[in-house]
């Protein structure tokens, strides 16, 4: 567990959850985890414009809150392969709900010119 994310229990169970999964390109990580496992280059196209400094931070991140899992395996060359942990997983309702609030929203906007 991050240090960030001990922090956050001592508030309430709402920073905390907003400590684990808040940030920029984690929740888009997961959402494309919510399918299928991928390989580090498969996840940075489908995540969008992201450097991989960033990509490669926020999955360490998801890492250590023990919501994605890295598997390694040994070959010439390397393959890594992310998926998510049963946590992980946990949070199939949360992003499918967020993901039609955010889509209710748009169609609610005036157009724009």
Same mark, same amino acid.
């Given at each position: ?9 001592? #508030?309430?169970?709402?920073? &905390?959850?907003?400590?684990?999964? /808040?940030?920029?390109?984690? +929740? &888009?990580?997961?959402? @494309? +985890?919510?399918?299928?496992? +991928? ?9 969008? @414009? #992201?450097?991989?400094?960033? *990509?490669?931070? $926020? *999955?360490? !991140? *998801?890492?250590?809150? /023990?919501? #994605?899992?890295?598997? #390694?395996?040994? !070959?010439?060359?390397?393959?890594? @392969?992310?998926?998510? &942990?049963?946590?992980? !997983?946990? *949070?199939?309702?949360?992003? $499918? ?10 169609? @609610? $906007?005036?157009?724009?010119?």
């Amino acid at each position: 567990m991050r240090d960030k994310t001990a922090a956050a229990i001592a #508030v309430c169970s709402v920073e &905390t959850t907003v400590s684990i999964i /808040g940030g920029c390109w984690k +929740l &888009t990580i997961i959402q @494309e +985890l919510l399918d299928h496992t +991928l390989r580090y280059g498969e996840l940075r196209r489908a995540v969008g @414009e #992201v450097t991989d400094r960033v *990509l490669t931070r $926020q *999955l360490r !991140e *998801l890492e250590e809150d /023990g919501l #994605v899992h890295r598997e #390694v395996y040994a !070959e010439v060359p390397p393959r890594v @392969e992310y998926s998510l &942990t049963p946590m992980g !997983e946990s *949070l199939r309702s949360l992003v $499918q709900a967020m993901d039609a609030w955010g889509l209710a929203w748009v169609a @609610e $906007q005036p157009v724009r010119a």
